[in-house]
């Protein structure tokens, strides 16, 4: 089956790395505005192959969206990142622009296709793929709470000091980093809730650190970080394209779910080929809630400087 990324960047080239190795896909097809830059991408990546060991063609074009015809499921990394005195209307309308033209074409040519975003504000961007698209809402996700998860397990396995594979937790509501929000009252170590390993200054912490997962690696890296991006996308397209029905926590459209209609926020859902076949309402204590309404509120706030 084919899966198409576009934007052949460090985030997108990731993700199609990612894809590829786990061997689940016949083809990659990785589309870029810059001429000849997701060719030799793909090119590049291509030549690996033999040396990871794996059989999923990789190819790049430049704006031909004709040659993802068919795709199953395409991810949407393009757009650009806010620069010094650019307001946050100014991105919102460029990414928009850039969003909306990206999942008209990808519909065009593959009219039964899951759409995963990534781009950024990812919420406001997810929404507006609902919004432009003609897509049915299960066929629409938001990457954010699949990445922000993995950062707070990597944060609750740092606090216990034991493996990340025996620790488990999700971020919902936005992604960003005063809106989402890490369940440090469902998290567990091997079943066991951490908040019997963790004091409350422990556990803030952990919290804290995740909710600024991304700025803290943008401050190192002097730019948006790629492989757990790229790594969580490919966890969502191979439990679409395998049927998988893994439990992620993605950003979807809600009608009525924790209390919220007409906006795109992180909720725990199964994933599988279909797309999202079920939207969990698992109970929040009462703090929770309130910073679910918040960030939702939030989200709102950003969406209103969208034009359609």
Not at 34 to 52: I, P, R, V, Y
Not at 146 to 153: I, T
Request: charged letters at 20%; glycine letters at 10%; aromatic letters at 6%.
């Amino acid at each position: 089956m084919k899966v198409t990324v576009v934007g052949a960047g460090a985030v997108g080239a990731s993700c199609a790395e990612y894809i590829a190795m786990k061997n689940f896909a016949s083809e990659v097809v990785l589309v870029d505005i810059k001429e000849g830059f997701a060719e030799g991408k793909a090119m590049d990546l291509m030549q690996t192959a033999s040396l990871n060991g794996f059989d999923t063609k990789i190819t790049g074009v430049t704006r031909d969206y004709s040659k993802t015809a068919g795709s199953k499921v395409a991810v949407i990394t393009s757009g650009i990142p806010r620069k010094p005195g650019m307001t946050r209307e100014e991105l919102i309308g460029i990414n928009a622009g850039i969003v909306k033209e990206v999942s008209q074409s990808l519909v065009k040519h593959s009219p039964e296709v899951v759409i995963i975003v990534v781009s950024n504000p990812m919420d406001t961007m997810t929404y507006l793929v609902h919004k432009v698209s003609g897509l049915p809402k299960e066929r629409i996700i938001g990457m954010g709470g699949a990445l922000d998860s993995a950062r707070f397990r990597y944060r609750l396995a740092e606090a216990l000091r034991c493996p990340v594979s025996d620790v488990d937790g999700m971020v919902i509501a936005a992604h960003s980093d005063t809106g989402m929000l890490p369940l440090i009252s469902k998290a567990s170590y091997k079943g066991v809730p951490v908040t019997e390993f963790l004091e409350e200054k422990e556990q803030n912490h952990v919290v804290e650190e995740t909710k600024v997962g991304g700025a803290t690696l943008t401050k190192l890296l002097g730019t948006s970080a790629w492989y757990a991006p790229g790594a969580a996308v490919s966890v969502l397209v191979q439990s679409i394209l395998c049927d998988q029905k893994k439990l992620v926590p993605c950003s979807l459209y809600l009608e009525g779910e924790y209390g919220q209609k007409d906006i795109c926020l992180g909720v725990p859902a199964i994933i599988g080929s279909k797309g999202v076949e079920r939207i969990l309402n698992i109970p929040l204590i009462e703090s929770e809630k309130e910073r679910f309404s918040a960030s939702a509120k939030a989200v709102r706030d950003v969406n209103g400087n969208l034009k359609f």
